[in-house]
């Protein structure tokens, strides 16, 4: 169950460092790779009422009923983030608000920014889409569809990257925004393609529902999932608008999307950790077994980024794969030294989020994700009033909140594996 998902997940990763390694390619390294990470992080804020689908989906799509009515539900959160995406790419005041003003993002950084956020406009629903029935092919045991699916997504990125990169007179935040709509958009097809037997079986099969699933638990349950998503993702904004306060704005927004996708990369093995649980837990035999294995995953998470940042490897990658001026490596080197930690106590805290999610104790996560909120914020503003080193700065902050929340949500899901006698 676990391993589709993780190579799923990097997979994924896979795709930001690709077009990162193109964006790199391209004139203006700098401030396109700037741009590429105000945008992307900007439109993953945009769409993070939807990442959580996939735990919704794979926790209540249990019938042709339960499916319809999370069926309806995905597309009127779809609707929603994407009337968000369109207002703030074209309506020029609330762009000029959000990035401009909130973000303090630079006037030559958040041009390049709109022109991709105006081509990412159905990003979110895309993802929206994929994640519901991403969630389905879990929930009835075809994991293996997910990787298939983001393989192909890959596919897609390295052709379409690789294609626009060779024409040679296309700038590379169109080039970034491109590859990604196209690629989530060949992704989504494809879920909902190997979802739709599972879809005829639910519907062929007899049902005797004891208590149907309604509106109103689906948003009960999702509810607290999506406003966590939303501090998750909220942060990154507010970190690139740190970041543009610090000395030398420029050289940090450009270095922190790479380094960012580099821990993002050991994150994979953790992200599909809850999933994984959902999925398994059925009783209380299930649950040290379970444990065990997320430890593992754990460690080795935090293993792997340690052996890279330790070894030539991290220099030759974003010298010859990233091809980023050695400042800017320089950057993203002693970023990763401080970031260790990250990955072991991220998957830590993935399978806490499993265990509460198990147990429909959903809030608890939200109030995890909002300690992880206010301590990174408060080290980014601490930051900004000392002027500290930018990416440093960032790093401590991301280390020190994941690991409080981490804390945190052990507590909680202790006390309600107790009660369920798990």
């Known amino acids: 169950m676990w391993l589709p998902l993780a190579l799923s997940a990097l997979l994924m990763t896979g795709e930001i460092l690709l077009v990162q390694a193109a964006v790199g390619r391209l004139p203006d390294e ?77 006037t030559e950084i958040a041009d390049l920014t709109q022109t991709g956020m105006r081509i990412m406009c159905l990003w979110s629903a895309a993802i929206g889409w994929r994640r519901f029935n991403q969630g389905i092919l879990i929930r009835f045991g075809e994991p293996h569809q997910v990787t298939w699916g983001t393989a192909v997504r890959l596919l897609v990125s390295a052709t379409v990257a690789g294609s626009l990169v060779l024409v040679g007179t296309i700038s590379g935040i169109v080039v970034a925004a491109t590859t990604f709509m196209l690629s989530v958009s060949a992704e989504a097809f494809y879920a909902w393609w190997k979802s739709r037997p599972i879809i005829a079986r639910l519907r062929a099969a007899p049902e005797s529902i004891a208590e149907p699933l309604t509106y109103r638990a689906v948003v009960d349950f999702h509810l607290p999932l999506a406003a966590t998503s939303v501090m998750s993702f909220l942060a990154l904004p507010l970190l690139n608008g740190g970041l543009a306060r610090m000395a030398n704005p420029q050289d940090s927004l450009a270095a922190w999307p790479v380094l960012y996708s580099i821990i993002l990369l050991f994150r994979g093995p953790g992200i599909a950790l809850p999933e994984t649980v959902i999925a398994l837990l059925r009783g209380r035999e299930d649950a040290a077994p379970l444990r065990r294995f997320c430890w593992l995953v754990a460690a080795l998470s935090t293993l792997g980024l340690v052996l890279v940042s330790v070894t030539p490897i991290l220099p030759l990658y974003l010298r010859h794969v990233v091809a980023v001026s050695p ?87 202790r006390a309600m594996m107790q009660r369920r006698q798990l």
């Open 30 to 106: 700098k401030a396109m790779l700037a741009a590429l990470g105000v945008m992307f992080w900007t439109e993953v804020l945009i769409e993070a009422p939807v990442i959580m689908l996939l735990s919704t989906s794979t926790a209540l799509t249990t019938s042709a009923q339960a499916h319809a009515v999370v069926r309806r539900f995905t597309l009127h959160v779809n609707l929603v983030v994407t009337a968000v995406a369109v207002a703030i790419a074209y309506v020029d005041p609330l762009f000029d608000l959000v990035l401009r003003t909130w973000m303090g993002i630079p």
């Open 327 to 413: 400042s800017l490596a320089q950057l993203v080197i002693a970023g990763a030294f401080v970031s260790l930690l990250i990955p072991g106590l991220a998957a830590i805290s993935s399978m806490y989020r499993g265990l509460l999610m198990s147990c429909r104790a959903t809030p608890h996560i939200y109030w995890g994700m909002a300690i992880y909120l206010v301590v990174t914020v408060s080290g980014v503003a601490l930051g900004v009033v000392q002027q500290s080193p930018g990416i440093l700065t960032a790093s401590i902050a991301v280390t020190v909140a994941t690991l409080l929340e981490t804390a945190y949500l052990d507590v909680r899901s």
